[in-house]
């Protein structure tokens, strides 16, 4: 399947949904203010408006308060979902949680305190532009604006009363999105020879990505639609369930941003959507963002690699993890991961660490930070030339 984009003149919202989007009849509605932690002297202003549907209508001041109302109204939806990423980005569900079986927990934990560090975070944080900073500031302050008002205990959903629901920060979301999406359990097995692995199962899907994955969505143009605007249908077979699933959102600065469509849960802004000018999708593609490396060892060293003739040494990062006991002590774990300048050695199913090969994959977003900037150029644009 080729990788695509399809555009559209935007019909306007009412032509869309066949009603006036903003007279649809109001659920709910309030507005917040709120104190902002020290990167503004002003406070938040936002009004959030929900829907018949539940969804929230979110027209805010200024990017920090747009950020703030959808954290809040998130957390109302999904709280304990954005409770676990954070949990699971920080290293800590062994911690609270336990090993797990097969070592699940555990093998999360050493990955997480190898790549979505604070220092991984704050790099994706700080190449982000200042509108995208400010919203993510604010998320994480309108979030824990609701976790403030609502008892842990009482908190809807199935983290109801878990301690591991705590506030979070601007640095945690980062976070959030340096955790790996695939072969976090390969990174965490991999050792040299006669080093003790782990006992996690594999998450390798050898089908591979785009053959397991599909999509579809229709752009129509304004010669064959009956009000002569341009439409698009998107149709992007993405989970009903999990963690991963879409929420439904439309945020407004005014005279700024004016965006409706979804996003992952627990991911700030719009990134299947469309405006009062544009409509946007996209859908999987074959292309291999993934590379493997078959790396031939250097004689009598399984941790050094030849390169151009010449061994070079992998890099170690050496981690603790905290484990919860049965009796609910802790119990600090040591693990050493391994690292090539292609990426992170891997234990491939079929392919073990041995004395003579190891393999490593090199992943070509793992340095891009561009993803903010180009979303919030999508969401502003007011022509096709534009997006």
Same mark, same amino acid.
């Given at each position: 399947?080729?990788?695509?984009?399809?555009?559209?003149?935007?019909?306007?919202?009412?032509?869309?949904?066949?009603?006036?989007?903003?007279?649809?009849?109001?659920?709910?509605?309030?507005?917040?203010?709120?104190?902002?932690?020290?990167?503004?002297?002003?406070?938040?202003?936002?009004?959030?408006?929900?829907?018949?549907?539940?969804?929230?209508?979110?027209?805010?001041?200024?990017?920090?308060?747009?950020?703030?109302?959808?954290?809040?109204?998130?957390?109302?939806?999904?709280?304990?979902?954005?409770?676990?990423?954070?949990?699971?980005?920080?290293?800590?569900?062994?911690?609270?949680?336990?090993?797990?079986?097969?070592?699940?927990?555990?093998?999360?934990?050493?990955?997480?305190?190898?790549?979505?560090?604070?220092?991984?975070?704050?790099?994706?944080?700080?190449?982000?532009?200042?509108?995208?900073?400010?919203?993510?500031? +604010?998320? =994480?302050? @309108?979030? $824990? &604006?609701?976790? *403030?008002? !609502?008892?842990?205990?009482?908190?809807?959903?199935?983290?109801?009363?878990?301690?591991?629901?705590?506030?979070?920060?601007?640095?945690?979301?980062?976070?959030?999105?340096?955790?790996?999406?695939?072969?976090?359990?390969?990174?965490?097995?991999?050792?040299?020879?006669?080093?003790?692995?782990?006992?996690?199962?594999?998450?390798?899907?050898?089908?591979?990505?785009?053959?397991?994955?599909?999509?579809?969505?229709?752009?129509?143009?304004?010669?064959?639609?009956?009000?002569?605007?341009?439409?698009?249908?998107?149709?992007?077979?993405?989970?009903?369930?999990?963690?991963?699933?879409?929420?439904?959102?439309?945020?407004?600065?005014?005279?700024?941003?004016?965006?409706?469509?979804?996003?992952?849960?627990?991911?700030? +802004?719009? =990134?299947? @959507?469309? $405006? &009062?000018?544009? *409509?946007? !999708?996209?859908?999987?593609?074959?292309?291999?963002?993934?590379?493997?490396?078959?790396?031939?060892?250097?004689?009598?060293?399984?941790?050094?690699?030849?390169?151009?003739?010449?061994?070079?040494?992998?890099?170690?990062?050496?981690?603790?993890?905290?484990?919860?006991?049965?009796?609910?002590?802790?119990?600090?774990?040591?693990?050493?991961?391994?690292?090539?300048?292609?990426?992170?050695?891997?234990?491939?199913?079929?392919?073990?660490?041995?004395?003579?090969?190891?393999?490593?994959?090199?992943?070509?977003?793992?340095?891009?930070?561009?993803?903010?900037?180009?979303?919030?150029?999508?969401?502003?644009?007011?022509?096709?030339?534009?997006?």
């Amino acid at each position: 399947m080729r990788a695509i984009a399809l555009l559209a003149s935007a019909v306007p919202f009412r032509t869309l949904v066949g009603v006036p989007l903003l007279l649809l009849p109001l659920a709910a509605a309030c507005t917040l203010d709120g104190r902002r932690d020290g990167s503004a002297a002003s406070g938040y202003d936002v009004t959030i408006r929900r829907d018949a549907y539940g969804v929230p209508h979110i027209v805010a001041a200024d990017f920090g308060s747009l950020g703030y109302g959808e954290g809040y109204a998130f957390a109302q939806d999904h709280a304990c979902t954005l409770a676990d990423q954070v949990l699971r980005a920080r290293g800590e569900r062994a911690r609270y949680l336990g090993r797990g079986e097969r070592d699940v927990h555990l093998a999360s934990d050493v990955v997480a305190h190898a790549v979505s560090t604070e220092d991984a975070g704050r790099l994706s944080f700080e190449a982000a532009p200042p509108e995208v900073r400010a919203m993510v500031v +604010g998320y =994480a302050d @309108g979030y $824990n &604006r609701y976790l *403030a008002e !609502t008892p842990v205990d009482r908190i809807p959903g199935w983290c109801g009363g878990q301690p591991w629901v705590r506030p979070i920060s601007a640095l945690d979301l980062a976070r959030r999105g340096k955790f790996p999406a695939a072969f976090v359990m390969e990174i965490a097995t991999a050792a040299p020879p006669g080093a003790e692995p782990l006992a996690a199962a594999f998450s390798f899907n050898p089908e591979g990505e785009g053959l397991t994955t599909a999509s579809n969505a229709w752009a129509i143009g304004a010669e064959r639609s009956e009000r002569g605007r341009g439409m698009l249908f998107a149709y992007p077979h993405w989970f009903w369930t999990g963690g991963q699933r879409f929420w439904e959102k439309h945020l407004t600065v005014p005279g700024d941003l004016d965006v409706y469509g979804v996003s992952t849960l627990g991911s700030p +802004g719009v =990134a299947i @959507g469309f $405006n &009062r000018h544009v *409509a946007w !999708t996209h859908t999987v593609s074959a292309s291999r963002r993934i590379t493997f490396y078959s790396l031939k060892l250097a004689p009598g060293d399984p941790t050094a690699y030849l390169y151009d003739g010449a061994p070079r040494p992998m890099h170690k990062r050496v981690v603790t993890v905290d484990v919860r006991q049965p009796d609910g002590s802790l119990t600090p774990v040591t693990r050493t991961l391994y690292g090539t300048h292609y990426g992170p050695v891997i234990n491939l199913p079929g392919l073990p660490w041995t004395a003579e090969r190891a393999v490593a994959y090199r992943d070509v977003n793992a340095a891009n930070f561009r993803g903010g900037a180009l979303y919030l150029a999508m969401q502003r644009a007011r022509s096709l030339e534009a997006f």
